[in-house]
């Protein structure tokens, strides 16, 4: 079966659809209209199940990180050094630690990035938030025992002013 056109041209289209994915996995419910609730259905189901799917295939692996050393206040502590013209200027006083750390197999890997194609990117108070590791982590796990259908479609009122269908798309 085809894709819905839903009056936009292609890239207006996915752009919408995408926008409309993310909301649904940012937030685990959305309110649209019915034909665009079915045709983010297919696809939220689609990156849920690929989640699903790859949700155990990784390993921890222990990783060196150099991090600028903190005092007390947690501001960074410094200390004098002197160039090679003898001039002394402040340096950030380092420490490395090691660091437990997820690593994607390959296959998960393959399904982050097909996930990553599917939504946008997010910031939320100024700060990245990593949708496929929610999916990953924390949505996939409900779904273990189920074979699909992680969405649902529920009828709501018409909208006013135009009497559009709505519907509310939520996660099972």
């Given at each position: 079966?085809?894709?819905?056109?839903?009056?936009?041209?292609?890239?207006?289209?996915?752009?919408?659809?995408?926008?409309?994915?993310?909301?649904?996995?940012?937030?685990?419910?959305?309110?649209?209209?019915?034909?665009?609730?079915?045709?983010?259905?297919?696809?939220?189901?689609?990156?849920?199940?690929?989640?699903?799917?790859?949700?155990?295939?990784?390993?921890?692996?222990?990783?060196?990180?150099?991090?600028?050393?903190?005092?007390?206040?947690?501001?960074?502590?410094?200390?004098?050094?002197?160039?090679?013209?003898?001039?002394?200027?402040?340096?950030?006083?380092?420490?490395?630690?090691?660091?437990s750390r997820q690593k994607d197999m390959p296959s998960r890997l393959n399904a982050r990035r097909k996930i990553m194609t599917k939504i946008n990117k997010v910031k939320m108070n100024g700060e990245n938030v990593d949708l496929p590791s929610k999916l990953f982590n924390e949505i996939a796990p409900?779904?273990?025992?189920?074979?699909?259908?992680?969405?649902?479609?529920?009828?709501?009122?018409?909208?006013?002013?135009?009497?559009?269908?709505?519907?509310?798309?939520?996660?099972?």
């Open positions: 079966m085809a894709n819905r056109k839903l009056g936009r041209t292609t890239d207006i289209r996915m752009s919408m659809l995408k926008t409309l994915t993310t909301d649904l996995i940012m937030y685990g419910k959305i309110t649209t209209t019915e034909t665009r609730a079915k045709e983010v259905k297919k696809i939220a189901d689609s990156i849920i199940a690929l989640a699903v799917k790859e949700k155990d295939n990784f390993e921890m692996v222990d990783v060196k990180v150099v991090k600028a050393k903190l005092d007390s206040k947690g501001n960074k502590m410094t200390e004098i050094a002197k160039s090679k013209n003898g001039k002394e200027y402040l340096k950030v006083v380092k420490e490395e630690t090691t660091e409900k779904y273990t025992d189920r074979v699909g259908g992680y969405t649902r479609i529920i009828k709501a009122e018409p909208r006013r002013g135009d009497n559009a269908p709505m519907a509310v798309l939520m996660l099972v």
